[in-house]
């Protein structure tokens, strides 16, 4: 990376009423990183308060039905608030903290960041505003009263399609605004330099722990490592520290929705191409006259018109395959591993799960996969419940 730049994704494109703001954001960034008392309280904070490391968990039974390689699940879904957010978040409102910010704000989709972010800002007595679509606040109203019993304002947008995109937007409109006092914590891989790098570094303990643990128990490194990607903070936390390991196969799961030929989806990759939104190059799913298409994707936090660019970059030079999944298949995860092995995952890392399933059912018995189980899955049971039929 060069300038905030991953190839010829990444950068700066915003107003010039945020560069300020970006480049403070920066140096505080920059230094905090070459800090041992930050880096030391960061450490302390993910062990003792988020419940680090987690689990890497030989799925047997599972592994034992599909026939082929073994499938181990990062269990990011033990974190304290559920998921993997929760690196990320404790990162940047230590950064906030260190730079005097009274209020942070947030965007969120499935909800998890934002229950993440008004968890911590509770932990360090920080106001907290979190921007919610309320087409998403409709489908995770359980996050939504989360977040407002941890002591977080929750402002729904309604523009456009009311998902994570005006969300994100509508953050970022209100950041320009309040930049003196407000921290915005960016909740994925995405947005103008520094965020796509700074949420990247806060969630490499993902992929360090996998790596130290793969080794551990199977004695070897896993033949693919498996997440699922909207802007894809999970999943560069996962990818990152197995970049330089080329025998390793790095796959992202995408949103197929209804299929790519239903035009229903929020897989970019698959998609879309180069374009410029919430001030960062990278590829977005995009209309003939180049506007930002509708997404669609039955798992909240996967959409997401767009995609990080340090992902777009390992996706152009191959190092990294990005592969549509449709939310029938996600749901025939999600029921799979629920009824498998008693772990009830997220519609989003159910996306993983099914890719990873097919991938280890192809593979010899002697070798590994490792899929990151990004989030749990209590949030989406009410919605699978409805698209089920199911009254509860």
Not at 20 to 48: H, P
Not at 278 to 287: N, V
Not at 352 to 379: C, F, H, T, W
Request: with cysteine.
């Amino acid at each position: 990376m060069t300038a905030g730049k991953f190839g010829i994704y990444g950068g700066q494109f915003v107003p010039e009423t945020l560069m300020y703001g970006l480049a403070e954001l920066a140096n505080s960034y920059q230094r905090a990183m070459q800090d041992t008392v930050f880096k030391e309280e960061y450490s302390e904070l993910l062990q003792n308060y988020a419940g680090r490391p987690s689990l890497l968990y030989k799925a047997d039974k599972l592994s034992q039905s599909l026939g082929g390689a073994t499938v181990y699940l990062k269990r990011e879904d033990l974190n304290h608030t559920g998921s993997h957010k929760i690196n990320n978040v404790i990162g940047q409102a230590l950064l906030a903290k260190r730079m005097g910010k009274k209020k942070v704000i947030a965007e969120t989709g499935a909800g998890q960041h934002g229950v993440a972010t008004a968890t911590v800002a509770a932990l360090f007595g920080m106001e907290c505003e979190i921007f919610m679509g309320r087409e998403d606040a409709q489908r995770q109203r359980l996050n939504v009263f989360r977040m407002e019993l941890l002591g977080a304002k929750v402002s729904q947008v309604e523009s456009g399609s009311a998902t994570l995109k005006e969300a994100t937007s509508e953050a970022l409109r209100v950041w320009t605004a309040r930049i003196e006092d407000t921290f915005y914590i960016v909740g994925s891989v995405v947005g103008p330099h520094p965020y796509p790098e700074m949420v990247a570094a806060f969630q490499e303990i993902i992929g360090e722990e996998a790596r130290r643990q793969i080794f551990v128990q199977h004695g070897d490194l896993p033949a693919a490592v498996i997440a699922c990607v909207g802007g894809g903070s999970n999943a560069m936390g996962i990818f990152r520290p197995f970049i330089a390991d080329t025998t390793v196969r790095l796959y992202g799961a995408e949103a197929g929705g209804e299929g790519l030929a239903s035009g229903r989806h929020a897989a970019a990759i698959a998609g879309g191409r180069l374009g410029v939104l919430h001030g960062m190059k990278s590829i977005f799913a995009q209309d003939k006259f180049g506007n930002i298409a509708p997404v669609h994707s039955i798992s909240a936090g996967l959409d997401y018109p767009g995609i990080g660019p340090e992902h777009a970059h390992l996706a152009s030079i191959k190092r990294a395959e990005y592969l549509p999944v449709t939310d029938a298949q996600a749901i025939q995860a999600f029921t799979t591993l629920s009824r498998e092995e008693g772990i009830v995952a997220a519609l989003e890392s159910s996306h993983a799960v099914y890719l990873g399933m097919q991938l280890a059912a192809d593979l010899p018995k002697s070798e590994a996969v490792i899929v990151n189980l990004s989030g749990r899955g209590d949030k989406d049971v009410q919605q699978i419940a409805e698209h089920l039929g199911v009254s509860i």
